[in-house]
């Protein structure tokens, strides 16, 4: 069987993906790859392909036990024999999933990295013959990377210790040319074919706002999109739980999901959000990993991420049934201080030295730059995006907030120098609430002590939002920081140039509108008809009645995007199931009929 008909039989789907056939060809052909691609485009395939096409065994490494274990039970499913190999198994379990791989009874064998070093599983891949070595989330081999795990230093000591060079695969969502360079030099890649694809995502709508109170304008965001799917990320466990409080109390059925919630209520949630009985989930970024939820309307960071990988991975989760949906991050002065605290008072990991560490912490704020610069900038959006990424690309996208309005930046200098000068007054012991308050020249008893400094009242034509902007501008420019325990505002070297060095603080403001950014009215249903629709209920609920039964995630049984496509098919047999998108042969035999059967009934 070739590529094609091995991505039809097992897999179900017609095409490749831009960048997969590269992929795939390179690996089956022996040459190495370092393949960057978002979250979502389809890493899998680009392996397990090559890993048919092939004579021996694949070797997948995986960091994520949870995911490990719905890929091997996907491809079961899919008619190829796979297993895995880490610490959920017990004892027994290991052992005889290890003498079945040496008996040759699986083409894919997914392996946590720190049982690479055991020398049970080496001996066993050294009498088989180990084809191909893919490594999922390759970026954990760098300390330059979002997760760096020591274990992933052993993957090139593996490779080198087979008898034979297996063709080697990396795979990463994770952009900085320095975590790029590491994956090569550490996996010690053989002059890899570097594919990058597909970081756009043409039908997301990217709109960063500044709003003066965020509840009020998330509020009236979610309202004008009533009834439509949609996520809400907050920084801290405490902010889901206001926004979440915020939200039932104004009317708005919402759910919320973080890590300080029992695995009960969190699963809970979830199941609710994800079949659409609560159409808003209010979470932390621990939400999101493995769910497969295609129509997802809208995304909001209530909170500014800590980097453009994170921001991109979790807005990311709009829109994956391909319809129109949107990205907007609400923006506050405060988000800088929060993610410097967050990043700065991070549990540092064991297994690095102090050094490591604070290089580790250099980069994160280095990151997080970036991340400002996104939210505080006047280019389009997209383009800021996908330029991070490494793709080249237009100046003007036309879907995002920044090409819609036009922005202009106003020059704050003299209001600068005030906020300067106060918190040189109050010898920089406060934080930004409190300086605004002595700038605005508040009359409340906190600060009671602090009126006759010379600034106070200098700023009383403005609102303390207004404030509270300017000073956010200092802080991105780097002319003040709030890095110290506490986010109290300290002055830089820099805040002297702006005092007596004539150096300019410029800030974003909105300039005459350009026009009307319109919405388009969006949900994966609407693109069925309404009696479709409820055929992909009834759909729906088989799925969950089957993936109930053999104890796996309903996506494994068919995707979304298999039961939507097979609404408008309307298959009326075994052969013309085929053609459903993600229908292979052995999904057919072993669903086929309970499928084929809700439809004719419906039709
Ligand atoms: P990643 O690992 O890159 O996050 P996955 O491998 O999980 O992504 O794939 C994401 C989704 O895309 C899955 O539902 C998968 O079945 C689907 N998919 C992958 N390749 C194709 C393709 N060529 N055509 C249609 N759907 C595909
Ligand atoms: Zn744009």
């Not at 095409?15 to 190495?32: K, M």
């Not at 020591?150 to 060079?165: E, T, V």
């Not at 965001?221 to 926004?243: M, P």
């Given at each position: 069987?070739?590529?094609?008909?091995?991505?039809?039989?097992?897999?179900?789907?017609?095409?490749?993906?831009?960048?997969?056939?590269?992929?795939?060809?390179?690996?089956?052909?022996?040459?190495?790859?370092?393949?960057?691609?978002?979250?979502?485009?389809?890493?899998?395939?680009?392996?397990?392909?090559?890993?048919?096409?092939?004579?021996?065994?694949?070797?997948?490494?995986?960091?994520?036990?949870?995911?490990?274990?719905?890929?091997?039970?996907?491809?079961?499913?899919?008619?190829?024999?796979?297993?895995?190999?880490?610490?959920?198994?017990?004892?027994?379990?290991?052992?005889?999933?290890?003498?079945?791989?040496?008996?040759?009874?699986?083409?894919?064998?997914?392996?946590?990295?720190?049982?690479?070093?055991?020398?049970?599983?080496?001996?066993?891949?050294?009498?088989?013959?180990?084809?191909?070595?893919?490594?999922?989330?390759?970026?954990?081999?760098?300390?330059?990377?979002?997760?760096?795990?020591?274990?992933?230093?052993?993957?090139?000591?593996?490779?080198?210790?087979?008898?034979?060079?297996?063709?080697?695969?990396?795979?990463?969502?994770?952009?900085?040319?320095?975590?790029?360079?590491?994956?090569?030099?550490?996996?010690?890649?053989?002059?890899?074919?570097?594919?990058?694809?597909?970081?756009?995502?043409?039908?997301?709508?990217?709109?960063?706002?500044?709003?003066?109170?965020?509840?009020?304008?998330?509020?009236?965001?979610?309202?004008?999109?009533?009834?439509?799917?949609?996520?809400?990320?907050?920084?801290?466990?405490?902010?889901?739980?206001?926004?979440?409080?915020?939200?039932?109390?104004?009317?708005?059925?919402?759910?919320?999901?973080?890590?300080?919630?029992?695995?009960?209520?969190?699963?809970?949630?979830?199941?609710?959000?994800?079949?659409?009985?609560?159409?808003?989930?209010?979470?932390?970024?621990?939400?999101?990993?493995?769910?497969?939820?295609?129509?997802?309307?809208?995304?909001?960071?209530?909170?500014?991420?800590?980097?453009?990988?994170?921001?991109?991975?979790?807005?990311g989760r709009a829109g994956r049934d391909g319809e129109p949906a949107e990205c907007i991050l609400l923006y506050g002065p405060h988000d800088i201080i929060t993610a410097k605290f967050l990043i700065n008072n991070s549990e540092p990991n064991p297994d690095l030295s102090e050094e490591e560490q604070a290089s580790v912490r250099q980069s994160e704020l280095s990151r997080l730059e970036d991340m400002i610069r996104y939210a505080t900038g006047t280019g389009c959006l997209r383009a800021f995006i996908l330029r991070y990424f490494g793709e080249a690309t237009g100046d003007f996208c036309g879907a995002c907030s920044n090409c819609l309005e036009s922005y202009e930046s106003e020059d704050i200098t003299e209001d600068a120098k005030c906020v300067l000068r106060c918190v040189a007054e109050t010898q920089q012991r406060y934080g930004m609430s409190l300086i605004s308050e002595v700038l605005k020249g508040s009359s409340s008893e906190r600060i009671s002590r602090l009126d006759r400094a010379g600034s106070f009242g200098a700023l009383r034509t403005y609102t303390l939002a207004k404030i509270k902007n300017i000073i956010s501008a200092l802080l991105t420019d780097g002319f003040l920081t709030a890095d110290g325990e506490y986010p109290v505002l300290t002055l830089t070297e820099r805040s002297a140039d702006v005092l007596y060095g004539g150096a300019h603080v410029k800030m974003k403001v909105l300039g005459k509108k350009k026009k009307e950014p319109e919405m388009k009215k969006t949900s994966s249903s609407q693109a069925l008809t309404g009696e479709d629709s409820e055929l992909l209920t009834e759909l729906k609920r088989l799925r969950a009645r089957l993936a109930r039964e053999e104890n796996v995630p309903a996506y494994i049984i068919f995707t979304d995007a298999t039961l939507t496509d097979m609404c408008r098919k309307k298959p009326r047999d075994m052969t013309e199931i085929l053609r459903v998108t993600g229908v292979g042969e052995r999904k057919r035999d072993k669903y086929g009929m309970q499928f084929l059967g809700v439809i004719e009934k419906f039709v």
């Open positions: 069987m070739d590529k094609y008909g091995i991505l039809k039989t097992y897999f179900g789907y017609d095409t490749f993906r831009p960048g997969q056939e590269q992929i795939v060809d390179a690996l089956a052909s022996g040459r190495d790859v370092l393949a960057v691609m978002p979250t979502g485009a389809g890493k899998s395939i680009c392996y397990q392909t090559p890993a048919l096409l092939s004579d021996g065994i694949t070797v997948v490494v995986s960091p994520l036990i949870s995911l490990m274990k719905d890929q091997v039970a996907s491809l079961i499913k899919s008619g190829v024999p796979a297993a895995y190999l880490n610490s959920s198994l017990t004892y027994e379990q290991y052992m005889l999933a290890l003498s079945r791989m040496q008996a040759g009874r699986y083409k894919i064998v997914y392996v946590a990295p720190e049982r690479l070093s055991s020398p049970r599983f080496l001996e066993v891949c050294r009498s088989v013959s180990v084809c191909i070595v893919a490594v999922d989330e390759a970026h954990c081999v760098s300390q330059w990377g979002q997760d760096f795990r020591p274990d992933y230093l052993k993957i090139a000591d593996f490779i080198h210790s087979l008898p034979r060079r297996p063709v080697v695969g990396a795979f990463t969502a994770t952009a900085t040319d320095r975590v790029r360079d590491d994956i090569r030099k550490i996996l010690d890649l053989d002059s890899p074919v570097t594919v990058t694809t597909g970081f756009d995502r043409p039908n997301l709508f990217f709109s960063v706002l500044t709003p003066e109170k965020k509840t009020e304008k998330l509020l009236s965001l979610i309202r004008e999109r009533r009834g439509r799917s949609g996520i809400i990320y907050c920084a801290t466990r405490r902010s889901v739980e206001d926004v979440c409080e915020m939200l039932l109390r104004a009317g708005v059925p919402a759910t919320r999901y973080h890590a300080g919630l029992t695995a009960e209520e969190r699963q809970k949630n979830q199941d609710s959000f994800v079949s659409d009985l609560t159409p808003v989930i209010v979470a932390t970024n621990a939400f999101g990993m493995g769910i497969d939820k295609s129509n997802v309307s809208f995304v909001i960071h209530y909170n500014m991420p800590k980097n453009i990988e994170s921001y991109y991975q979790e807005a």
